[in-house]
């Protein structure tokens, strides 16, 4: 498994991005697939925004290449 640690700030903004666009599914499309994958960037999107509110200076994340891959679907 491929791992990169990338700024904090960005993956916030583009967990945010992803998430709007997921949010554009119509209702009766929503499936248990579309549940997970929302669930899984939001909490991608919250430990991003704390790392991004570091005050130590350390304001990067580690996401796994799966992690990337399901959030650069989205945006």
Do not use: P
């Given at each position: 498994?491929?791992?990169?640690q990338l700024d904090a700030a960005?993956?916030?903004?583009?967990?945010?991005?992803?998430?709007?666009?997921?949010?554009?599914?119509?209702?009766?499309?929503?499936?248990?697939?579309?549940?997970?994958?929302?669930?899984?960037?939001?909490?991608i999107e919250a430990l991003?925004?704390?790392?991004?509110?570091?005050?130590?200076?350390?304001?990067?994340?580690?996401?796994?290449?799966?992690?990337?891959?399901?959030?650069?679907?989205?945006?």
């Open positions: 498994m491929s791992y990169a960005r993956i916030t903004r583009a967990c945010y991005t992803a998430l709007q666009v997921l949010e554009s599914v119509e209702e009766k499309d929503r499936n248990e697939t579309y549940q997970r994958k929302t669930l899984m960037i939001q909490r991003a925004r704390a790392a991004a509110e570091s005050k130590n200076g350390d304001q990067v994340i580690t996401l796994t290449s799966e992690e990337f891959w399901l959030i650069s679907q989205n945006w």
